[in-house]
């Protein structure tokens, strides 16, 4: 949360960093859930409650990294 919000007050060409940071901790988030289910710390109910959850601001954050990926002056200059 805190690098999303952090992310939504910086200038475009800022964002990318931070929601990349982001999804890879949205991502680390889905595997500790996982370990979390498949140790039977978490029943199916909880787990696939979050999993929704966690995956919808998966997809909201890969979005975001897209737009910003396409608006990016840098690969509109063909820039690396």
């Known amino acids: 949360m805190e ?3 952090a992310a939504s007050f910086l200038v475009r060409e ?3 960093p931070y929601v990349r940071l ?3 901790k949205t ?3 889905k595997v500790l859930l ?3 289910w498949e140790t039977k710390s978490l029943d199916n109910k909880k787990y696939a ?3 929704v959850k966690v995956e919808e601001i998966g997809k909201m954050l890969g ?3 897209g737009q910003l990926t396409k608006l990016d ?3 509109k200059r063909g820039e690396k």
Do not use: C, F, H, V
Request: hydrophobic residues 50%.
């Open 3 to 5: 690098t999303i919000a």
């Open 14 to 16: 800022e964002k990318r």
């Open 22 to 24: 982001a999804i890879r």
């Open 27 to 29: 991502d680390t988030l």
């Open 34 to 36: 996982m370990l979390l």
């Open 49 to 51: 409650a979050l999993s």
């Open 63 to 65: 979005g975001w990294n």
């Open 73 to 75: 002056p840098a690969k």
